[in-house]
């Protein structure tokens, strides 16, 4: 007689959506992945990619038994071994390295899951206690992340289910339909309710088609465009004066630094015309003069250039000129991850660090694994251990990275679902197991939903959560405080509970059961001001952006590689170089998952008609897509959802699985934004040239 049921769970993916999952499992195996109907934003529907989550967690490749390297690094050579090999093996190697400096071992993870439990709790601990270096995670969002919360206090913003009831929505720097699917659900019912929806983006995305307008803007000058609304704002008094004397701090600092951002000014810089820049301020500024919400949905696509920060801060800036933030449909979001009393003290343990050890950014390791030791550096690094990431696909300058993994006396072990990039130079490789098998608890950055993720199955193989292979570890290296004994389900019953402002009552069991619980956040957060600021205030001035040596007000930071900040290299590489997420993966994960893959083809590269005609290249021809830094080779397709001068490589395919063993990560820069030390994927110049066949 079979067995059936139904397991609340949770997406785990780095995704705004978050979506709450409804798993059934019969006798023991999962046989379905569905959406649930009752999560306000889930609404039971789920992206291509993890409606298919059982291929992923029941693929003929999984990894389910721990590995050690026989062959050359990057051969990807294995033979198993018992998990009591592997423990001792990576025990004695990190005890021996930690015994002359444990800042030699370096962790290095993101998000391969968002999971507080799975993420960061009992890995931070191991780490904190054995004086291991610290990795700082940047190589997402903190530009964008440091740039908000200068002007805002926190990342709090609009509600994602008070969407639809704006009138105008600007879709800035994102594409939605693949990366924030109900979002994008929302904006669609705002367009039918009779919103308009504008995109703001380089490229011609399959969100920007189906906006009613597309403003193509040059990649990295997100600020100028704001600053050049911010003009026509003030010049054409399309401004809340109430609310900007109530609840901002700056105004008259702005209004100058704004006036020489006239609308020529803005349109030459981002290379777009002049009626866009003013058409785009009176719509904006207009339509919330007569009490119609307007709201700005911007994703991290806009801060992933030399000024991304101050980007995302001068976009920040627009609602409280024109009060947006009055209405519950009105604001911008950027994330909502700011409302959450996430009790990471608590999970992490950073009181177990004996001394402050040194900090090597996560966007940077090309160049530190491959830097000797030092005074100013510190020791060489001389083991890593990775999990929840894949940076042989996914860190910028790639060659420089693969170089660092490739050194035969770096000790590299890796927690895995699948043979990745990374797998193939680790020398112990360790199964980790999917969401569908372990505990977790997760916060949102799309949303406002606390969510658990009940363990749907049994652990595949002999595969074993990241929080389990840490405990053991912590065993073998003789950690004996109790902390390395909570188990998933107390760990996540610290999720939430941070005792301060933003305490709530939580119940992890009774999240557990229902499988999502809304924060208590208001409607429309900053309606009577009440920022979380140093003023209380929004800050169009910011006494904390000058104490930290920044410009407190509102700028425009070119990019490192254009024409007006370095017009040798543009003149050698005259095109600007973009690569967003490909629908059909996130970031580099699913790009094995063969129907995925199948559905995204190969690696391509888009390119504008004039462009490719002035190279001679023609539409299906195989290009080079090169600089000084590495080159990899794609598909051209000719296309004006490219703007001239651009280039654009939906990423990030494993390199494995590319024709020549590369990806867009090959000509993108180690080099850091103006703030948040974040990395500069969008900031990239490049040449393209037909591959001869």
């Known amino acids: 007689m079979t067995s059936t049921q139904v397991v609340r769970a949770t997406c785990p993916h780095d995704c705004p959506d978050t979506c709450a999952l409804l798993v059934t499992v019969e006798d023991g195996v999962a046989t379905a992945v569905k959406g649930d109907p009752d999560h306000p934003t889930t609404a039971g529907v789920l992206c291509t990619k993890v409606s298919r989550y059982t291929e992923r967690t029941y693929h003929e490749e999984r990894l389910l038994y721990p590995l050690r390297r026989v062959g050359k690094k990057g051969e990807g050579k294995f033979e198993r071994i018992s998990w009591d090999e ?17 800042q030699a071992i370096l962790p290095y993870s993101y998000c391969g899951t968002m999971g507080l439990v799975q993420g960061e709790s009992m890995s931070a601990r191991f780490f904190h206690q054995l004086g291991a270096s610290l990795l700082d995670r940047t190589i997402c969002a903190t530009a964008g992340f440091t740039g908000y919360k200068y002007t ?21 720097g994102g594409n939605p339909i693949a990366s924030n699917l109900h979002f994008w659900t929302r904006a669609q019912e705002a367009k039918r309710r009779g919103a308009k929806l504008i995109a703001i983006d380089p490229y011609r995305s399959l969100t920007a088609e189906k906006c009613h307008q597309h403003i193509a803007l ?15 704002l003030i010049a054409e008094d399309l401004l809340d004066h109430d609310y900007i004397a109530r609840y901002t701090v700056g105004f008259e600092e702005l209004k100058q630094r704004v006036a020489e951002w006239t609308p020529e000014r803005t349109a030459e810089t981002c290379g777009i015309t ?13 339509m919330a003069k007569a009490g119609e919400p307007v709201a700005i949905r911007t994703n991290y696509g806009v801060q992933r250039v030399h000024g991304g920060g101050m980007a995302v801060r001068n976009l920040t800036c627009l609602p409280a000129l024109v009060g947006a933030w009055r209405h519950a449909a009105g604001g911008v979001q950027l994330s909502a991850s700011g409302g959450f009393p996430t009790n990471k003290g608590a999970l992490q343990r950073p009181d177990l660090l004996a001394k402050q050890p040194r900090t090597i950014n996560m966007t940077t390791i090309g160049d ?25 696909a996914i860190a910028p300058d790639s060659s420089k990275v693969m170089a660092g993994f490739a050194r035969e006396d770096l000790f590299t072990v890796v927690l895995e679902h699948f043979q990745t990039d990374t797998v193939d130079y680790a020398d112990i490789v360790l199964p980790a197991t999917t969401q569908l098998e372990h505990v977790d608890a997760h916060s949102a ?9 009940n363990a749907a199955i049994a652990p595949l193989g002999e595969a074993k959560p990241n929080t389990e292979v840490f405990r053991l570890l912590a065993a073998r290296m003789g950690f004996t405080d109790p902390c390395f004994k909570d188990s998933d389900d107390e760990l996540a019953a610290m999720a939430f509970n941070r005792q301060d402002a933003r305490a709530i009552h939580f119940d992890w069991d009774a999240l557990k059961q229902k499988g999502w619980q809304k924060l208590n956040m208001p409607d429309a957060p900053f309606a009577e001001g009440g920022f979380p600021t140093p003023s209380g205030k929004c800050e169009f001035y910011s006494a904390s952006m000058a104490a930290d040596g920044l410009d407190p007000l509102p700028a425009y930071i070119a990019p490192y590689e254009s024409v007006a900040s370095n017009p040798e290299l543009a003149q050698r590489y005259p095109l600007a170089m973009i690569s967003p997420p490909a629908r059909n993966f996130l970031n580099s994960t699913f790009v094995n998952v063969k129907s995925l893959r199948a559905a995204e083809g190969e690696p391509h590269l888009d390119i504008h008609p004039d462009d490719s005609a002035a190279r001679g290249i023609s539409d299906g021809e195989m290009v080079r897509i090169f600089n000084d830094r590495g080159s990899f080779i794609a598909k051209a397709r000719v296309t004006d959802k490219a703007r001239a001068g651009l280039v654009v490589g939906l990423s990030v395919w494993w390199k494995k699985l590319a024709r020549d063993g590369k990806n867009a990560n090959e ?8 703030m948040g030390r974040a990395p500069t994927f969008y900031d990239t110049l490049v040449e393209v040239e037909r591959v001869a066949t």
Not at 218 to 232: F, I, K, N
């Open 152 to 172: 805002i206090g926190a990342t709090i913003g609009t509600d994602l289910e008070q969407f639809q009831n704006a009138k105008l929505i600007l879709i800035w």
């Open 86 to 102: 592997a423990l001792d093996t990576i025990a004695s190697r990190l005890g021996s390295i930690a015994a002359r400096d444990p």
């Open 218 to 232: 040059l990649p990295g000058t997100d600020a100028a465009l704001a600053l050049g609304l911010m003009h026509v």
């Open 445 to 453: 950055y799309g949303h406002l939903y606390m969510m658990a993720n």
């Open 368 to 392: 530190d694994l491959l830097r000797p030791g030092s005074a100013e550096f510190g020791p060489a690094v001389e083991a890593v251990i990775v999990y929840n990431a894949n940076p042989l």
């Open 667 to 674: 000509v993108t820069s180690q080099r850091l934004t103006d």
């Open 274 to 286: 002049v009626a866009e820049v003013v058409e785009l301020a009176r719509l904006y500024g207009g």
